[in-house]
């Protein structure tokens, strides 16, 4: 009966689990979209019409947003965006971050970096010989880098789990990395679960079921 129960135990909190942990995640970014501007919103609406629903931090989050897709998708737009940066970067410390967090972005969101190389995942031979592990190519290596080596560089960040946007940036001559067919979303996958998820088998074991 013991044995039983322990089998019923482990296979409700295999199922379980999941569904708890991702609810969780989905929450926790839900209050942090809304606190970017209902910390703000709601002392005012609350002031000012003595109410406030919950969301609409959310809802003028993905209004700005979109609105920003719109402006810089003309060129008046793109005008002001470069204005903007520039002003930004020329503020002491804000000029230091801003560049490091917009690269992220771009890697995330975008198929292409700056220069026109593809965001790639790749596997490089890490920490030694004979082992493989993931990394995403993020840019060709400064030219000094690559002139001093002798080789033609690029970095690859190699992603540390549970969190993909940390690790260690390795500058690898490019003839030593191996591109894969795998997107960034399915890489990042792999290494949130550490390992666990096959995001190619979870694909054809939903087509086939």
Same mark, same amino acid.
């Given at each position: 009966?013991?044995?039983?129960?322990?089998?019923?135990?482990?296979?409700?909190?295999?199922?379980?689990?999941?569904?708890?942990?991702?609810?969780?995640?989905?929450?926790?970014?839900?209050?942090?979209?809304?606190?970017i501007?209902?910390?703000?919103?709601?002392?005012?609406?609350?002031?000012?019409?003595?109410?406030?629903?919950?969301?609409?931090?959310?809802?003028?989050?993905?209004?700005?947003?979109?609105?920003?897709?719109?402006?810089?998708?003309?060129?008046?737009?793109?005008?002001?965006?470069?204005? /903007?940066?520039?002003?930004?970067?020329?503020?002491?410390?804000?000029?230091?971050?801003?560049?490091?967090?917009?690269e992220?972005?771009?890697?995330?969101?975008?198929?292409?970096?700056?220069?026109?190389?593809?965001?790639?995942?790749?596997?490089?031979?890490?920490?030694?010989?004979?082992?493989y /592990?993931?990394?995403?190519?993020?840019?060709?290596?400064?030219?000094?880098?690559?002139?001093?080596?002798?080789?033609?560089?690029?970095?690859?960040?190699?992603?540390?789990?549970?969190?993909?946007?940390?690790?260690?940036?390795?500058?690898?001559?490019?003839?030593?990395?191996?591109?894969?067919?795998?997107?960034?979303?399915?890489?990042?996958?792999?290494?949130?679960?550490?390992?666990?998820?096959?995001?190619?088998?979870?694909?054809?074991?939903?087509?086939?079921?």
């Amino acid at each position: 009966m013991l044995r039983r129960l322990k089998k019923y135990f482990f296979s409700g909190l295999a199922v379980f689990l999941p569904f708890i942990l991702t609810i969780n995640v989905c929450v926790w970014f839900l209050n942090f979209s809304e606190s970017i501007f209902g910390k703000y919103l709601k002392p005012f609406l609350m002031d000012k019409y003595e109410f406030y629903i919950w969301g609409l931090g959310i809802l003028v989050l993905v209004m700005l947003i979109l609105f920003s897709g719109f402006i810089v998708a003309n060129y008046f737009g793109r005008s002001i965006h470069r204005m /903007t940066e520039s002003l930004m970067m020329r503020i002491p410390v804000m000029g230091s971050i801003y560049p490091a967090f917009k690269e992220i972005a771009r890697f995330i969101f975008k198929e292409e970096d700056a220069a026109g190389l593809p965001q790639q995942v790749v596997l490089v031979e890490w920490p030694r010989a004979g082992i493989y /592990t993931i990394g995403f190519l993020t840019n060709r290596s400064s030219k000094v880098i690559s002139d001093a080596v002798g080789k033609d560089m690029v970095n690859v960040l190699i992603p540390t789990v549970p969190n993909p946007l940390s690790g260690f940036i390795m500058m690898i001559p490019r003839a030593d990395v191996i591109t894969i067919k795998m997107t960034v979303e399915e890489a990042i996958k792999i290494v949130v679960s550490g390992g666990v998820v096959d995001p190619h088998a979870f694909v054809v074991n939903e087509t086939t079921s």
